[in-house]
C-alpha cells in the first residue's frame, strides 16, 4: 500500500500492490506493472481481492 509518490517503490517487492492514484482513486498493481488504474476506492477492495483470486492466491481467513 502507498501514495501515488512512494507507492510503487513501497510495495516493489510485493505480489499485489494498492496505491492510491488520485483523490477518491486507486491503482492496482502485479508486481511492478500496474494493471488497473484509477479505481474508485469504494470498489477498491473487491476489485483487489479478484485480482487475488484470479491469480490463485486467496485463502479465505480463519474464522473468528
Not at 477518491?24 to 502485479?30: A, H, Q
Not at 474508485?40 to 486467496?58: C, V
Amino acid at each position: 500500500m502507498g501514495c501515488i509518490v512512494n507507492g510503487p517503490g513501497e510495495m516493489a517487492d510485493a505480489d499485489f500492490g494498492y496505491v492510491g492514484g488520485a483523490p477518491g482513486r486507486i491503482n492496482l498493481y502485479l508486481g511492478k506493472q500496474c494493471v488497473q488504474y484509477n479505481v474508485p476506492e469504494n470498489e477498491a477492495d473487491e476489485r483487489l481481492i479478484a485480482l487475488i483470486k484470479d491469480r490463485g492466491r486467496w485463502a479465505e481467513p480463519a474464522p473468528a
